[in-house]
């Protein structure tokens, strides 16, 4: 695990506990030192050179008494083996016989007792010196542990209070940070970010509050686009009801002012005209509340298991009912699809594009539905005179668009229904296709679950 993945406390509390371990094993490496290097050894090189000088015979007595009272010795011997044996521990003689060593410093077996001994070639001097005091750090009785041990929590103290310290200016800085952050945020600057690195102490908070930024800087964007596309078909609406407005008008001055003159045939087209009129109005109305919700997130959120049969079977008996006259056939009989979506919203892409289907088609509409790869293919066909190039085109993009079928004087919209019906596909990561197949053909691709 990399250092970066701990918060910044597991890292504060990591280094003390290391800086810790650190001093310990460094004043147990320095009390070694100690004792290898103990205070009195300059006394003893001393005795060495004077064992050499008296091996060698090249000092007199009374300088060998001056150099014995500046070392504190008080009498030096030459013993044999054997007399070595009885003076001395046999451990000692071991070690100083066995080990290549100068010379040893040990207590004899007489209490009190400590003389320096070292080899030359025909005996063993022994030079008479004060008990050398114990090796610090080793005499587990005196004071020096618990040195040690005030030593370890002093700096473990220590470590705290600085690591601390260094968290509290941490802190700080990153307050001051947020604040600006902030402060930018408020006044509309909604693309500032934290510049951050993997090693900073508040690495995962800094990334927290820039995807809060980046996603409030999609919500201020998505907000102003809908207030954009509002201004759109504010501009488009008043534009496309000027003409059923004026053709509502003319209608009822005529109906009023010239209603005796006209035969019942003519008053039987006008109130046609005048019901597809309100068709129209009532249908445009249908499709700005669709549109609204469509950019409303809990639509877009809401996401369930859908039988797609099941959903296209009630559509389609709605409309078989209101279109006696158009045979609807379906291709689907065996079909058993699932797919993850809104099921409202599905429903009403399906009605538009069906009852667009209906209106334009001369006598048969077909339904068919096929699974290809990650897709489900839903294909909506009629055999109508189909999309002109400039329909095509506009599909899913124009708001607004007025077509007329003369053949029973009706008027709808296709514009908006259209781009209900993109915007549908695109909130379910679909595709569609338009396409001229002996009529008009919509093609809609929806993910299945994989």
């Not at 705290?160 to 310290?165: H, K, P, Y």
């Not at 907000?223 to 053709?247: F, G, V, Y």
């Not at 249908?283 to 809401?302: C, F, G, S, T």
């Not at 400039?390 to 259209?418: C, E, H, M, P, W």
């Amino acid at each position: 695990m990399k250092l970066h993945d701990f918060t910044f406390i597991g890292r504060i509390f990591i280094m003390t506990v290391l800086i810790v371990i650190v001093l310990f094993f460094f004043i147990l490496f320095l009390s070694q030192k100690i004792s290898d290097n103990p205070p009195h050894k300059d006394r003893y090189d001393k005795l060495e050179m004077i064992s050499e000088l008296v091996s060698q015979k090249m000092i007199d007595k009374n300088a060998l008494d001056r150099l014995l009272s500046q070392v504190g010795s008080t009498e030096v011997k030459m013993l044999s083996r054997e007399e070595l044996n009885k003076l001395f521990y046999e451990s000692d003689v071991e070690r100083l016989m066995n080990h290549s060593l100068r010379y040893i410093v040990a207590p004899s077996k007489r209490p009190g007792q400590w003389f320096f001994v070292t080899k030359t070639a025909e005996s063993f001097l022994c030079f008479q010196i004060p008990p050398p005091p114990p090796p610090p750090f080793k005499n587990r009785r005196g004071p020096m542990p618990l040195v040690i041990f005030i030593s370890i929590v002093a700096f473990a103290i220590v470590s705290v209070l600085v690591s601390f310290s260094i968290l509290y200016i941490k802190l700080r800085v990153f307050s001051k940070k947020a604040a600006i952050f902030i402060s930018s945020i408020q006044q509309g600057k909604f693309d500032t970010r934290f510049q951050i690195s993997k090693n900073d102490a508040f690495y995962e908070s800094m990334m927290q509050f820039n995807t809060m930024a980046q996603q409030v800087e999609k919500l201020v964007d998505k907000i102003k686009n809908s207030e954009q596309i509002r201004i759109e078909i504010l501009q488009e609406l008043s534009h496309d009801l000027r003409t059923p407005i004026a053709s509502l008008k003319n209608l009822i001055e005529t109906l009023r002012f010239a209603s005796d003159n006209i035969t019942k045939e003519e008053k039987k087209e006008l109130m046609q005209l005048a019901s597809a009129e309100m068709v129209y109005f009532e249908r445009l109305v249908e499709d700005l509340l669709m549109w609204a919700r469509i950019n409303e997130p809990k639509y877009q959120e809401q996401k369930e298991e859908i039988h797609l049969v099941n959903l296209l079977d009630g559509e389609l008996i709605r409309l078989e009912s209101i279109y006696p006259k158009i045979l609807i056939e379906k291709n689907y009989h065996s079909i058993d699809v699932h797919i993850m979506g809104n099921a409202y919203l599905l429903k009403r892409m399906f009605r538009n594009v069906l009852e667009n289907a209906v209106e334009h088609a001369h006598n048969k509409v077909t339904i068919s539905i096929n699974v290809v790869g990650k897709f489900c293919e839903i294909q909506i066909m009629d055999d109508g005179d189909g999309f002109s190039v400039d329909q095509i085109n506009s599909y899913g993009k124009k708001k607004f668009s007025r077509v007329a079928l003369f053949s029973d004087s009706t008027r709808l919209s296709i514009g908006l229904g259209s781009v209900i019906v993109s915007n549908i596909v695109k909130l379910h990561d679909g595709i569609l296709n338009i396409k001229n197949k002996g009529g008009a053909n919509v093609i809609i691709q929806l993910p299945v679950p994989g």
